[in-house]
């Protein structure tokens, strides 16, 4: 996502570290601000599952690894824009199929990003790409067993449910 009050020129701007992709001759080359844009493994699986429409830039070489890697994200003269590690073991209910973590604040200084308080996970299976990720409503004793009846927001939350969008239940969460 764009953070800045200016258009990004994409150009030579690459991921060399956890997957690849060079945004140089894709889909995306220009980021209005405030836009974003997506890299994805398979296009036809990812459309597929989420509906055409979406800013894909194009497909990544390489898998990112579930348990945890370091990403980087460089400029076209080489410098640092972004170099981050995730882990998955900070939300179990991330392994695997089901929730993707997501960045809490993407504001935040860079070298934030590579601490669990810096994610959670996403409200929706297989995330929510191309919308804002609704909220946990309930807070779970273990991502595995049965949801406790006290409902939490998790930092960064408070906009997603301000703005209308609404968290959904999950089957095996109890509702206060």
């Known amino acids: 996502m764009n953070i800045s009050a200016t258009a990004l020129d994409l150009t030579g701007v690459r991921f060399l570290n956890g997957v690849e992709f060079d945004f140089t001759g894709s889909a995306v080359t220009n980021l209005g601000p405030g836009q974003y844009v997506l890299v994805v493994k398979d296009i036809a699986a ?7 429409g979406l800013p894909v830039a194009g497909q990544y070489v390489g898998s990112l690894n579930n348990g945890g890697e370091n990403l980087q994200l460089f400029d076209r003269v080489g410098e640092k824009i972004q170099d981050f590690s995730y882990n998955n073991d900070w939300y179990p209910i991330t392994d695997g199929p089901g929730a993707s973590l997501i960045i809490v604040n993407g504001n935040a200084h860079w070298d934030s990003w590579g601490l669990k308080e810096s994610w959670r996970p996403s409200a929706l299976d297989f995330g929510s790409p191309g919308a804002a990720d609704p909220c946990r409503r309930f807070r ?3 991502w595995s067993a049965r949801c406790s009846r006290t409902p939490t927001r998790p930092r960064g939350c408070d906009r997603a449910v301000q703005s209308g969008h609404q968290p959904r239940q999950r089957g095996r969460m109890v509702p206060q």
């Open 140 to 142: 779970c004793r273990s």
């Open 46 to 52: 990812f459309t597929a599952r989420y509906g055409a």
